[in-house]
């Protein structure tokens, strides 16, 4: 790909990756709370400007992406190789951060890593595009950063998911960690939380 066809990254890296950076930390501290992003991209043909935002911020080239068969197209790898730097592996055992629609989510997680009982942080992170972060099938959360309950019902994301997201915090210390995306917002998941179908 021409570096002319690529879509522009931060129009300030320093500053608007830093910003990005305090506001997918404070996600993570809030599981479930719709966050919105700073300095919103232009992405790439068929991407999210949420998920360029995570791809800018976290991406490096030691953080080797996977990116779901549906979303990835020349315009995304060009994209995240020039601004980013990261190997694009072919295979979910292998990477650090795993981009994947939502209505694709439940097939991909157990195949991506978990980390081990060592070094759990060598899990792997799914940032998920969504149609929304509300409007889906809505389920209660509990854990570390939530007072009481809080709920996220992200657009696209299926039953199925949220099963696969359940079995995955039985794992906890190891399993990955979750980053719902869409239109300039994001909400986090993570592997710590419990997750159930009570609305109450």
């Known amino acids: ?25 404070d996600a993570m501290a809030r599981p479930g709370r719709i966050v919105d992003l700073p300095a919103l991209p232009e992405p790439p043909k068929g991407f999210d400007a949420a998920a360029a935002v995570l791809a800018l911020s976290l991406l490096d080239d030691d953080t080797p992406v996977w990116i779901d068969p549906g979303l990835r197209n020349a315009a995304l790898d060009g994209y995240l190789r020039f601004h980013a730097g990261c190997p694009i592996v072919d295979r979910t055992d292998r990477c650090r951060f795993a981009f994947v629609g939502a209505e ?11 980390g081990d009982p060592d070094y759990p942080d060598r899990s792997a992170t799914a940032i998920v595009l969504c149609d929304g972060l509300t409007g889906g099938v809505r389920r209660a959360l509990r854990g570390p950063g939530i007072q009481d309950v ?27 960690d ?23």
Do not use: C, Y
């Open 104 to 114: 694709a989510f439940a097939a991909l997680v157990e195949d991506l890593p978990i």
């Open 178 to 200: 979750t980053i719902f995306v869409s239109q300039g917002q994001i909400a986090a998941l993570p592997r710590s939380i419990r997750i159930s179908a009570e609305e109450n």
């Open 150 to 176: 809080a709920h996220l019902a992200p657009k696209g994301m299926t039953g199925q998911g949220w099963e696969s997201l359940t079995r995955n915090q039985v794992l906890f210390p190891l399993g990955i």
């Open 1 to 25: 790909m021409a570096v002319t066809e690529l879509t522009p990254g931060f129009s300030d890296p320093v500053h608007d990756s830093a910003n990005a950076f305090r506001a997918i930390l």
